[in-house]
């Protein structure tokens, strides 16, 4: 097979998307494979199904990072080079977002491996546990401690939104490993841009060169519940409206930024939450990023100010999360765009929105990102969707990034 051009299965790489998009799905036809679930199980079995099929060794360690390693007598002892992301899910999610990356991962080494050709190091497709953060705070929890940013026991200790304890979990689904994978010379995630800038400049590779920081807390407002006809305006301790002057007030910041701050209400919850009685508590999440640090910093100082004014109300803030803004491996980020040119390719610099398990690793080695267009830039959405052929396109480029840095 001439090597010059070889490319993937796409169909294996399409049909197998779909495959795993189909696991997890509520009766309501939702896809929702939260962290440690037992649909995350599944996903992770058919994962390891898949990887083992390709003569991968699998690998879990104690956070239950799954690691499907390819590693040949004579390049054993190097540093491998990694590729991954995750296929934990939000909820009523689509089936790219870090799907894609894991299984164009599997794809590419199976490839490889199917051509006939031997790395110069070993190449490992992971697959992180709780990258989104829904059931288990932080986000890209189980790359963070694999970047040595959390310890594993106080991440095996997270408490998930259900009450239930992370470590637990894992060891009831089968994924609560003792297995450890060396930090690898470098990293390279595939992933969809769940933004809107690829599809609008109509170019089909983005070389990601930095991603925003991240704030998420968890705010807890006390008022006095109280009767909705007979208490004057004057005389109530509302802790909804204390809420939403809290959401008007993020809104307003962010829209008037001038470093792009993005922010997000996305729970709520009142208490007692009956319609004529003044809410006593409520209690919600922010979300908070921008890919400035001081603007971040100052956004959350802003936010802490406003909540001190708030008369009557007594506040609590839980820290769920905070990632500083990274800015990946400027020798990478030229290797994927030399990588989509010479496949004929569009390609761009640019930010990501959205957190990724890069970000984490970037900690402890070099590490970008590839991203292909999203469809009306939509994402944790069942509508997110990317033409099959940008799909391709994404792994194709992985494949020759991962040529560059594994063999000679
Ligand atoms: O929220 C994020 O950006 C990530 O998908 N957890
Ligand atoms: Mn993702
Ligand atoms: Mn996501
Ligand atoms: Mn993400």
């Known amino acids: 097979m001439a090597l010059t051009n070889l490319t993937i299965d796409p169909d294996r790489l399409l049909a197998r998307l779909k495959q795993l998009g189909e696991i997890g799905r509520d009766g309501e036809g939702r896809l929702i ?22 003569g991968l060794a699998v690998k879990v360690d104690r956070i239950g990072n799954i690691f499907a390693l390819w590693s040949e007598p004579e390049n054993a002892q190097e540093a491998p080079l990694m590729l991954g992301s995750h296929i934990d899910t939000v909820i009523d999610a689509g089936i790219y977002d870090g799907c894609y990356g894991v299984l164009a991962g599997l794809e590419v080494v199976a490839t490889l491996k199917e051509a ?20 288990f705070s932080p986000d890209m929890l189980g790359s963070l401690c694999f970047a040595g940013g959390i310890t594993p026991e106080e991440a095996l200790a997270a408490r998930g939104t259900d009450g239930k304890i992370l470590g637990e979990e894992l060891a009831r689904i089968g994924y609560a490993g003792s297995d450890e994978v060396a930090r690898p010379a470098a990293y390279i995630e595939l992933h969809i841009e769940q933004g809107p800038v690829l599809e609008r400049e109509g170019v089909a590779i983005g070389a990601v060169e930095n991603l925003q920081g991240i704030s998420w807390q968890r705010i807890i407002l006390d008022g006095v ?62 979300d908070l990023r921008d890919p400035d640090e001081a603007s971040l910093k100052a956004h959350e100082k802003a936010l802490a100010d406003h909540l001190a004014k708030l008369e009557g109300i007594t506040v609590t803030v839980e820290r769920l999360a905070r990632f500083e803004p990274v800015v990946f491996d400027q020798d990478l980020v030229a290797e994927i765009e030399m990588a989509a040119k010479a496949r004929g390719h569009s390609v761009r610099r640019m ?4 957190g990724h398990d890069a970000q984490m690793i970037s900690r402890i080695t070099p590490a970008a990102m590839i991203f292909v267009p999203s469809i ?33």
């Open 351 to 354: 930010t990501s929105g959205a």
């Open 116 to 135: 006939g050709l031997t790395p110069k190091r070993p190449v490992v497709v992971a697959a992180f546990t709780n990258e989104e953060g829904v059931r």
């Open 225 to 286: 519940a109280n009767h909705a006809g007979t208490t004057p305006m004057t005389m109530r301790h509302d802790a909804g409206a204390a809420a939403a002057s809290v959401i008007t007030f993020l809104q307003a910041r962010a829209r008037a930024s001038k470093t792009g701050t993005v922010a997000t209400v996305g729970t709520i919850a009142f208490e007692p939450n009956a319609i004529n009685v003044i809410p006593a508590r409520a209690v919600f999440t922010v």
């Open 33 to 54: 494979r939260l962290a440690a679930s037992d649909a995350d199980r599944l996903g992770r079995d058919r994962f390891v199904a898949w990887a083992k099929a390709s």
């Open 376 to 408: 009306g830039g939509i994402s944790h959405n069942p509508k997110e969707l990317t033409p099959d052929a940008d799909l391709v396109a994404g792994a194709n480029v992985l494949l020759d990034v991962v040529r560059t840095l594994a063999f000679r």
